[in-house]
T-cell receptor, first 111, second 117 residues
Framework: SQQGEEDPQALSIQEGENATMNCSYK?????LQWYRQNSGRGLVHLIL?????REKHSGRLRVTLDTSKKSSSLLITASRAADTASYFC???????????FGKGTMLLVSP | NAGVTQTPKFRVLKTGQSMTLLCAQD?????MYWYRQDPGMGLRLIHY???????AKGEVPDGYNVSRLKKQNFLLGLESAAPSQTSVYFC????????????????FGPGTRLTVL
């Protein structure tokens, strides 16, 4: 399986703190994407980073990619209670018409 | 635009019953996907379609069938439901496929919660 794995499985922080989630994968990728899932809802795309990029920003989100280590991290700065959700990484591998999703990190941001 | 819609939102079946889940998208996307999500298992791909009239198996296709007769619709069928198929089912669509140099973000529907007794 090429399934990515997120770390940690669960993360609990206070509002205003930063949250860091990691994703590892096994085979080379075209791009890596991060999605958010609020409880009981569908996934929502957050950000995509291509294999030739090392860092990308979008608002309070910062994604890094290290293809030599086959890993990525998602940093959410100045977390808010509304950031409470599950976060999934998804990898795009050559030769496949589909994305491969990890099992997710559950983030709880307490007021 | 409604994006990706799924019907029904909830359903309870008895073992052996059949049902069809409907996914519709109004974004003119070529690619559509059916996933199931179970606690601790993440998202697992059941079937997908790269265009009208074509379908392909994903990671966990057994017990399911699909059809893509119209570009905007992707149907997931359970011919004889089993308790192991109790899950939350998500449909998604994307403009382009994996491996394309273009942006291949997937758009998800709100999900169908299915319980098989």
């Amino acid at each position: 399986s090429q399934q990515g794995e997120e770390d940690p499985q669960a993360l609990s922080i206070q509002e205003g703190e930063n949250a860091t989630m990691n994703c590892s994968y096994k085979t080379s990728i075209n791009n890596l994407q991060w999605y958010r899932q609020n409880s009981g809802r569908g996934l929502v795309h957050l950000i995509l980073i291509r294999s030739n990029e090392r860092e990308k920003h979008s608002g309070r989100l910062r994604v890094t990619l290290d293809t030599s280590k086959k890993s990525s991290s998602l940093l959410i700065t100045a977390s808010r209670a509304a950031d409470t959700a599950s976060y999934f990484c998804a990898t795009d591998h050559s030769g496949y018409s589909t994305l491969t999703f990890g099992k997710g990190t559950m983030l709880l941001v307490s007021p | 635009n409604a994006g990706v819609t799924q019907t029904p939102k909830f359903r309870v079946l008895k073992t052996g019953q059949s049902m069809t889940l409907l996914c519709a998208q109004d974004m003119n996307h070529e690619y559509m996907y059916w996933y199931r999500q179970d606690p601790g298992m993440g998202l697992r791909l059941i079937h997908y379609s790269v265009g009208e009239g074509t379908t392909a198996k994903g990671e966990v296709p057994d017990g399911y069938n699909v059809s893509r007769l119209k570009k905007q619709n992707f149907l997931l069928g359970l011919e004889s439901a089993a308790p192991s198929q109790t899950s939350v089912y998500f449909c998604a669509s994307s403009k382009v496929a994996s491996g394309s140099i273009s942006y291949n973000e997937q758009f998800f529907g709100p999900g169908t919660r299915l319980t098989v007794l």
